[in-house]
């Protein structure tokens, strides 16, 4: 029988929303997918393909039934499966290209054939599968053309998302390219069934097991298959929504990113595996010069080195790969900027793994100030901020490096310690600016001296080291010599004219010290020597030197703790009247017996607690402690009439030491009219300075006594002017009366000089019995010495003070 089929309007346009529906839900899952790891990108598109490969059957079966067929349909269920799983198949390998940004630009035809193909495997199959005893034809011109235009409808439905999914056209054309594939679904079966004819018998052959379904039923897996459709658009409608929300979560979080990266003082690149640049933010622009719309898409070798960039990017291909990202560690290079200068910065460099693409992010940081902070550091650790010379701690580390090259090649080094000669009086006479400039002109003229190889160090003040390598002492010492020449030539200052000299001492390497150290603090040895013997010359470090600064500094340490650690003692000779053999006074000495040297003459440690500054609380001790003595004697009943202290030069100057000689003095309970205080002659030299102080010492009742008279700058202005009231003669002038007429003369003049000044004269140094006679005979007023009794402790001249004062207790002559 000859059967025509109609076809139904309403299931032909359910069958093409279908499509069309399917096939945009589906191409949103491919655009979502493109940026997936592989791994959840199969899971994603094998789970959208089956549903496609679903809506693929659901639109063939509808298509049936839309031209009306009233008969029984039997299917074999594994063609069914098949088909289903064969079009699902095909689907997966089309949208998994399409996913694929490579696969999307390469072969968008393979695409298209995957898709065309898994939409006529549903039709064909079930059409083969069908036990109807039917005959059907299809015409193969109109197969073969509708195959072309449908293809071509794929391929254009592929083009289309391929712009949408690179962001070459709007979002229209997303839906543009649904329409062509879901039409390309719906009209592959509406033109199958359209060409075929059917003959039939209107028998049915026997099933033979196969799968039996009416309409009805059809209808019905049609129902569940719309059911299970619509529930899917449900569901992408909420995946949708959330996905806009993770995207505007995202879009606000790329904004704040953004924002940090363009306000970020560093430069922050991006660039693929390639070294293309992908993003550039201002602080790059400010760093290198390019603005963004220039930079983008160049190679990264034009702002950094290419050796060292692909040095540092095959350091990177080596390092050890975590959670798929890279990185490296910080390191400094030269960047290029856009002039072509070279900048130093520093490279931070990472990579993210995407999809098995690399991405590059650079972060770079300008360090040009930075390099030259630590630069300026360096100077101000190095060098001598006035002379721009190499400091204390620069030379050092010279001297040790040299040492250790010395070791290895027998080399000799001599250091030179050089000081200036009363450079303080330059600093108090023309200003400290002036003193600045001279000893920059100095330092200049000093390293002219110089080799290529020796080096000229400021240490401090006026004191600098210089140190030549390869050296003997007589190179040295020639250069030494070269030095002073230069300094001593006058220094034009200004408008001034200024003079100055230098002291050099010198140690030379191994023979001197073994260490830095050692031959630095040597050669300041040496030049404190060239200083002692007048300065304006070189000295070279000795063994004999040594011993005499290590004595030098053993008492000075000693001098520290002396008092405290009782050393300190004090002794009294007596003073004798020359013609009654009667002990008028006594005059306390200072004796220190130091637990290592034994007895130090106060010859040697007097000017080293001048020099020290302990000479004040030394001095304060004595005088303290003889007053108490003499106020103890005096109250035992001794008739002594005074008490002689020496008074430092350093001490009768400092300020205040008339009031402090007083307060002493309240506390012993003496009479300032019994302390007879002796002044040398080096402390009235600047009668300005000491008058005042004479004069305010005078008024409160203290006697003044000029000691060592003769042997200083004597002069007879300072006898007239000053307030004195004793004249002592020194005991050189009495130890040769016996034997020189000169002196005879000498003691003679100055007893006569003092009477007729009305002062009275004490002769030190009295040994013999003939120097007692002789002034006995110019009736001088008193005299002390060995002939009657040497210093002794105060034990021992207690007992001369307590008893009788007769010559049978003493050395004195009958």
């Known amino acids: 029988m000859d059967l025509t089929l109609g076809h139904n309007l309403i ?107 898994s939409i006529y495997s549903v039709s064909f ?51 543009l390219s649904a329409l062509l594939l879901g039409g390309v679904i719906a009209g592959v079966n509406f033109s199958r069934m359209s060409a075929m004819n059917f003959l039939s018998t209107g028998n049915l052959l026997p099933l033979n097991g196969k799968l039996e379904m009416s309409q009805n039923a059809l209808f019905v897996m049609i129902g569940l298959g719309i059911f299970t459709f619509i529930s899917l658009m449900v569901a992408v409608a909420n995946f949708e929504k959330k996905m ?26 991006t660039a693929d595996r390639n070294g293309r640049i992908l993003s550039w933010n201002k602080a790059a622009e400010a760093t290198f010069g390019f603005r963004e719309a220039e930079i983008l898409k ?63 992010t650079a972060i ?33 580390d010279h001297i040790t490096s040299l040492i250790k090259h010395s070791v290895d090649n027998n080399d000799g080094i001599a250091v030179m310690f050089m000081d200036l000669d009363r450079f303080k009086h330059i600093n108090d006479v023309y200003g400290h600016q002036a003193g600045d400039q001279l000893l920059t002109d100095m330092a200049k003229r000093s390293e002219s001296c110089l080799d290529d190889g020796d080096m000229i160090a400021r240490l401090a003040g006026d004191e600098f080291l210089i140190v030549l390598p390869s050296s003997t002492p007589s190179e040295a010492n020639q250069k030494a010599e070269n030095i002073i020449r230069k300094v001593t030539a006058p220094f034009q200052i ?14 030379m390497f191994p023979e001197d010290a073994k260490n830095t150290s050692e031959l630095i603090q040597h050669a300041d040895t040496a030049m404190y020597t060239a200083k002692e013997q007048g300065g304006t010359q070189v000295c070279f470090y000795t063994d004999e030197i040594n011993q005499v600064i290590s004595r030098k500094v053993l008492l000075e340490s000693g001098l520290r703790t002396a008092i405290e650690r009782n050393e300190m003692d004090i002794f009294y000779q007596p003073q004798v009247l020359t013609n009654e053999n009667r002990i008028v006074g006594v005059e306390a000495l200072l004796r220190w017996k130091h637990p290592k040297l034994g007895m130090i003459s106060p010859v040697e440690f007097i000017p080293l607690a001048e020099e020290t500054k302990l000479i004040g609380p030394i001095g304060e001790w004595t005088i303290d402690r003889a007053c108490r003595q003499f106020a103890h004697w005096l109250s035992q009943g001794a008739e002594v009439e005074q008490l002689s202290l020496n008074i430092s030069a350093v001490q009768f100057l400092q300020r205040g030491f008339p009031t402090t000689l007083w307060s002493i003095l309240k506390k012993s309970g003496l009479s300032p009219d019994r302390i007879v205080l002796e002044i040398t002659e080096s402390v009235v030299q600047d009668t300005s300075l000491c008058l005042p102080i004479m004069k305010e010492l ?4 203290f006697q003044l006594s000029l000691d060592d008279f003769g042997t200083g ?55 013999t019995v003939e120097q007692l006679r002789f002034l006995q005979e110019r009736h001088a007023t008193a005299y002390q010495g060995y002939w009657y009794s040497p210093p002794v402790p105060e034990d021992k001249i207690s007992e001369n003070l307590l008893i009788e004062n007769s010559p049978t207790h003493l050395n004195a002559p009958s």
């Open 11 to 117: 299931l032909l346009t359910l069958s093409l929303v279908i499509a069309v529906l399917s096939s945009s839900i589906s191409l949103f899952f491919v655009k979502r997918s493109i940026h997936m790891d592989t791994k959840h990108k199969v899971l994603w598109l094998v789970a959208r393909s089956v549903a496609f490969g679903g809506a693929i059957w659901v639109v063939h079966f509808l298509t049936m039934l839309a031209y009306g067929m009233r008969m029984i349909i039997s299917e074999s269920l594994t063609a069914l499966l098949f088909s289903i799983f064969l079009s699902s198949t095909l689907s997966f390998l089309g949208f998994y290209l399409m996913s694929s940004i490579k696969g999307l630009i390469r072969k968008p035809l393979l695409s298209s054939l995957f898709l065309t193909m």
């Open 364 to 396: 770079i940081r300008d360090i040009t100030e930075r390099l030259k902070d630590k630069k300026r550091i360096e100077h101000l650790v190095f060098k001598d901020t006035l002379t721009n010379l190499p400091n204390r701690r620069m030379v050092q």
């Open 244 to 269: 806009k929300t993770t995207q505007s979560t995202s879009a606000l979080e790329n904004k704040i990113y953004r924002s940090i990266v363009e306000t970020a003082n560093d430069a922050v690149v």
């Open 125 to 175: 199959i079930c059409e083969q599968s069908m036990e109807m005893n039917p005959l059907f034809l299809h015409a193969p011109f109109f197969a073969g053309g509708s195959l072309f235009l449908f293809m071509t409808a794929t391929f254009l439905s592929v083009q289309f998302f391929r712009r949408y999914a690179h962001g070459e056209s709007k979002k229209q054309h997303v839906w």
């Open 713 to 767: 700058y004597s002069s007879l202005q300072y006898l007239k002017e000053l307030p004195l009231d004793i004249m002592k003669i020194d005991k050189s002038f009495i130890q040769s009366v016996p034997f020189s007429d000169k002196d005879k003369a000498i003691v003679e003049t100055i007893i006569n000089m003092a009477s007729l000044l009305d002062l009275k004269v004490v002769a030190e140094g009295v040994e």
């Open 298 to 360: 160049q190679p990264l070798s034009l702002i950094f080195s290419s050796p060292i960039l692909e040095n540092h990017l095959t350091d990177m291909e080596t390092a050890d790969q975590m959670d798929g990202t890279w990185k490296t560690p910080t390191m400094e290079l030269e960047g290029i900027h856009k002039n072509g200068d070279t900048i130093p910065v520093e490279l931070s460099l990472s990579s993210v793994n995407n999809d098995s693409e690399i991405y590059f």
């Open 494 to 507: 200004s408008d001034s004219e200024i003079y100055i000299s230098c002291s050099i001492g010198i140690s």
């Open 698 to 701: 005078k008024e409160m009742g």
